[in-house]
């Protein structure tokens, strides 16, 4: 028989919903949500930022009126979140939710804040402003793929793992690169020591979403379209008068806008465009996720009854009761 006493002394569970864009992420949190008492933790480093609602996908404001939700519009554009930001805020808010005695339910497809979160970051070397300006300024002047080229030649691995369109991560792995002399993959490979602060007092259900590529393909095309038709240009329109030409407007569905308003894409071709980038960011997302441990894959759309079945189970078997020595 388990005892009050040992029950406290469990670690809670925690609920980690991982999956591609469009595959359902947020129609399975909620219903979750509904089912155990729970506060859902976004894992989207886009839907941190204010005013970025369209091209993020974000919860509908019903719906996060409905369900407590965490870690959503933290911050403004002009303020960069990084992943150290989001492990710090999203650690405070599971230990709150459980707290007070209900489910947390992380759920969203950025595989690095999801790592941040759970195992904590690698102790790099601290960032150096004027040489990441002065590598902003050459991306800025040079041809789009300057800083891929270049990490290339110098840390050709990482290069092999970092989209070329993916500044940020460009930008750290030579400034690691440049400032110890040691390129990131190998500071990588040092093993598991590196990742210093993992996450303790939460027993975690990873629950994955995993639906039909073609039919995820569609709906990523037809999501794509219906956020243009949505006003995503006029969005980011208001987002750049706001706060100009700001690092988060890179952002997959805000790039494209861009192009459109900029005249170096039509409308129809910025959708294209959209619908291809989340495609191809998809493919990226799973390949990440299908190296976390111990995921419960699910083969379908998370508001699939099939899915919200079979979460809902996982979650009841989890919060069971469990012989304690």
């Avoid at 028989?1 to 670690?11: F, I, L, N």
């Avoid at 976390?292 to 508001?303: K, L, R, S, T």
Wanted: aromatic fraction near 6%; charged fraction near 20%; proline fraction near 6%.
């Amino acid at each position: 028989m388990v005892t009050a006493e040992a029950v406290e002394q469990q670690d809670a569970l925690a609920v980690l919903i991982l999956g591609p864009t469009a595959s359902g992420k947020t129609a399975l949190s909620l219903a979750l949500a509904r089912e155990f008492a729970g506060e859902i933790v976004s894992c989207d480093s886009v839907a941190v930022y204010c005013g970025l609602d369209l091209g993020s996908a974000k919860p509908s404001l019903v719906e996060r009126a409905q369900i407590p939700h965490h870690l959503i519009d933290v911050t403004t554009p002009n303020h960069p979140f990084t992943a150290g930001d989001y492990s710090r805020q999203a650690r405070t808010a599971l230990k709150e939710i459980a707290q007070r005695g209900h489910l947390p339910i992380v759920t969203g497809g950025t595989g690095l804040y999801l790592r941040a979160l759970t195992l904590g970051l690698f102790a790099g070397p601290a960032r150096q402003h004027r040489l990441r300006e002065r590598l902003t300024r050459s991306h800025q002047r040079r041809s789009p793929n300057w800083l891929h080229r270049i990490l290339t030649r110098l840390d050709p691995v990482s290069a092999a793992r970092i989209h070329p369109n993916d500044t940020p991560k460009l930008i750290r792995a030579l400034e690691i690169r440049l400032t110890t002399g040691q390129p990131l993959s190998a500071t990588l490979e040092a093993g598991p020591t590196l990742a210093r602060d993992p996450l303790t007092g939460f027993r975690l259900l990873r629950i994955g979403l995993n639906p039909p590529r073609q039919l995820l393909y569609d709906r990523i095309n037809r999501r794509a379209a219906a956020m243009f038709a949505a006003g995503l240009i006029e969005e980011t329109r208001a987002l750049l008068a706001q706060y100009g030409r700001v690092k988060a407007l890179d952002a997959l569905g805000y790039r494209q806008a861009l192009a459109a308003m900029d005249g170096a894409l039509t409308q129809s071709e910025a959708i294209a465009a959209a619908a291809q980038g989340h495609r191809n960011y998809a493919k990226r997302q799973l390949t990440w996720f299908r190296k976390e441990p111990g995921v419960h894959w699910i083969a379908d759309f998370g508001d699939a009854p099939q899915a919200l079945s079979k979460g809902t189970d996982l979650v009841r078997k989890a919060l069971a009761p469990h012989p304690v020595d």
